[in-house]
């Protein structure tokens, strides 16, 4: 007798293509569906969950809301939850976003992986050298950026000339370096998706001025009588996040300036995982409703190839490990993804002086369907980070 597979038909317990993805979303599916038909039900809940506009004021006030709450009352906290649930997922939503969707140069993606190595040296005892070789590296990055933007001399000249005095100053003073980089790499993630945004025709202002003004009452003092007084932090990981509010300040400082410094500190880390991990895929986004989680993992894997399933399991699996690995698992954490803060810097630069369509075009119709030169360049894309790998 002919077996079923020689007659063209497969047996119903036969493997398929997809069938683990398939089942591994479908509940979760369910369950959103289920969601979006009893909120949809109120006419003032659908435009925020299905049209893009409404969708994504609506995630800058709560961002901002949640942000500010957190980082008045509870900044150790949210430093250690931050780093823990959405520390790991943000670096990889952050590569996708400016190495797939948008293009990354070969010297950028090269500096980026230098810099992960330095990490390693980091780890080892490096000290304050591993911090100069990070500010030249990611100073490299960038100037390749700017001068790939040819944008004129005069712009390109001031530009590489503001890098360069930033450059030397990092490395005459690595350790006050390392505290700016900490405060300026939350002002990139809102500088990049303001860019992003607007040249979409879509919503920016309500978190770049909300972030502002916050940012310029803390400063000056006016949150000081809603900042706590007592701060709280895990007892496993509190001389790691003690010392990263420390550092956040520079040290040596009144304690009124030690905790504005933190509530900035803590304020711009939550923003800036917000940014890469919600606000930038949604301005992204080809259709204006949300995907389901299986069209998402597909967009996901179609964008990462061979790398999607590793970085899916790479977050996974920190969740937990950060949770109890206590202080060593944040130092390793943040040694190991310090290189996407030039990456993100070089891909700032790049938006911001490359150039592109009319700021005013808006995105109000859904993208067409990938033709063949945005296959090819998706996986031109996907071979650049494996070769600076």
């Known amino acids: 007798m002919t077996a079923p597979a020689a007659r063209g038909k497969s047996p119903s317990f036969a493997f398929r293509p997809g ?111 591993a911090l100069r070789v990070f500010a030249v590296l990611f100073a490299l990055a960038i100037a390749w950026e700017v001068l790939a933007a040819r944008r004129g001399a005069v712009l390109t000249t001031a530009t590489l000339g503001a890098l360069g005095a930033a450059t030397v ?76 509010a420390v550092g956040a300040s520079g040290g040596g400082v009144s304690a009124a300036l030690f905790h504005r410094a933190l509530f900035l500190y803590a304020f711009g880390q939550s923003l800036h995982f917000a940014v890469w991990l919600r606000l930038v895929p949604d301005v992204d986004r ?33 969740i937990p490990l950060m949770f109890v690995g206590g202080g060593i698992a944040r130092e390793s954490y943040f040694a190991l993804t310090y290189f996407h803060v030039g990456l993100e810097a070089a891909a700032l630069a790049r938006l911001t002086l490359g150039r592109t369509a009319p700021a005013g075009a808006r995105h109000t119709s859904p993208a067409p369907a990938p033709d063949r030169r945005a296959t090819v360049e998706r996986a031109a894309a996907r071979e650049r980070i494996g070769a600076a790998a």
């Open 19 to 129: 069938l683990l993805e398939a089942t591994s979303v479908a509940a979760p599916d369910r369950a959103r569906r289920a969601v979006l038909r009893g909120f949809c039900a109120l006419p003032v809940l659908r435009p925020i969950l299905v049209e893009q506009q409404g969708r994504l004021l609506a995630m800058q006030l709560a961002a901002l809301a949640v942000a500010l709450l957190g980082a008045l009352r509870f900044p150790l906290i949210a430093l250690w939850l931050g780093a823990a649930l959405f520390g790991v997922p943000h670096v990889v939503a952050g590569l996708r976003a400016v190495t797939i969707t948008r293009r990354t140069s070969r010297v950028a993606l090269a500096m980026a992986a230098a810099a992960l190595g330095v990490g390693v040296a980091q780890l080892a005892g490096a000290g304050d050298d």
């Open 169 to 244: 100053a990092a490395v005459s003073t690595p350790r006050l370096a390392a505290v700016v980089l900490a405060h300026v790499h939350g002002l990139g993630a809102l500088a990049f998706y303001a860019v992003a945004a607007r040249r979409r025709g879509l919503p920016w202002r309500p978190l770049v001025i909300g972030a502002a003004a916050v940012a310029a009452l803390a400063a000056f003092g006016a949150l000081d009588g809603l900042m706590a007084t007592r701060l709280f932090a895990p007892r496993g990981a509190s001389g790691s996040i003690v010392a990263e």
């Open 286 to 318: 080809a259709t204006r409703v949300p995907k389901p989680f299986r069209v998402a993992l597909g967009d996901f894997k179609a964008d990462l190839g061979a790398w999607a399933w590793p970085l899916l399991a790479l977050a996974g699996l920190s």
